[in-house]
T-cell receptor, first 112, second 112 residues
């Protein structure tokens, strides 16, 4: 089944404790991205990747890092999480060209 | 200013009623995508529209892209409680380099 898988689905942690949210897709998509979704602000793109070893900042990259060492994986790293990073996070992938973007089920992060 | 405006922000209808959600851009849309999201869950892809005047249907949901490719509407006929959720439009806009621009969503409540 074609899907985007992200883990964990839920995480409660404390300020400053490094964490990684993993994302994997099995559709051989070139383009992958991370979003955060907050009430009243909608979906905002954090980082994106056009292909392996090619990553770039989205609209709200501060406090986040990503890597794209393999085509299928695109982890999101919070080196020193802070409470303002409490949010619902989505990983997504798509082919380059006109095509639908597929989303993971989301990761709800709470930073205390 | 928001590049993709959705209206209304929220909508409450009685089961069985028809409804329409709009998505408007000031720029030409090269691809328009409708998604549905249950609160706190992932985005489910509904339909993709590319050509001016294009119309697609899936069960009781119909989406159209206007001839100028700057506005799309999503119409639900004979709404049911299962239609409740957040509807988001996403679009490929000129110069966006595969980044989807999203509207802020329309929260639909269907009362039995």
């Amino acid at each position: 089944e074609a899907q985007v898988t992200q883990n964990p689905r839920y995480l409660i942690t404390v300020t400053g404790k490094k964490l990684t949210v993993t994302c994997s897709q099995n559709m051989n998509h070139e383009y992958m991205s991370w979003y955060r979704q907050d009430p009243g602000l909608g979906l905002r793109q954090i980082y994106y990747s056009m292909n392996v070893e090619v990553t770039d900042k989205g609209d709200v990259p501060e406090g986040y890092k990503v890597s794209r060492k393999e085509k299928r994986n695109f982890p999101l790293i919070l080196e020193s999480p802070s409470p303002n990073q409490t949010s619902l996070y989505f990983c997504a992938s798509r082919r380059t060209g006109a095509s639908a973007q597929h989303f993971g089920d989301g990761t709800r992060l709470s930073i205390l | 200013s928001q590049e993709l405006e959705q209206s209304p922000q929220s909508l409450i209808v009685q089961e069985g009623k028809n409804l329409t959600i709009n998505c408007t851009s000031s720029k030409t849309l090269y691809g328009l995508y409708w998604y549905k999201q249950k609160y706190g869950e992932g985005l489910i892809f509904l339909m993709m529209l590319q050509k001016g005047g294009e119309e697609k249907s899936h069960e009781k949901i119909t989406a159209k892209l206007d001839e100028k490719k700057q506005q799309s509407s999503l119409h639900i006929t004979a709404s049911q409680p299962s239609h409740a959720g957040i509807y988001l439009c996403g679009a490929d806009i000129a110069g966006s380099n595969y980044k989807l621009t999203f509207g802020k969503g329309t929260l639909l409540t269907v009362n039995p």
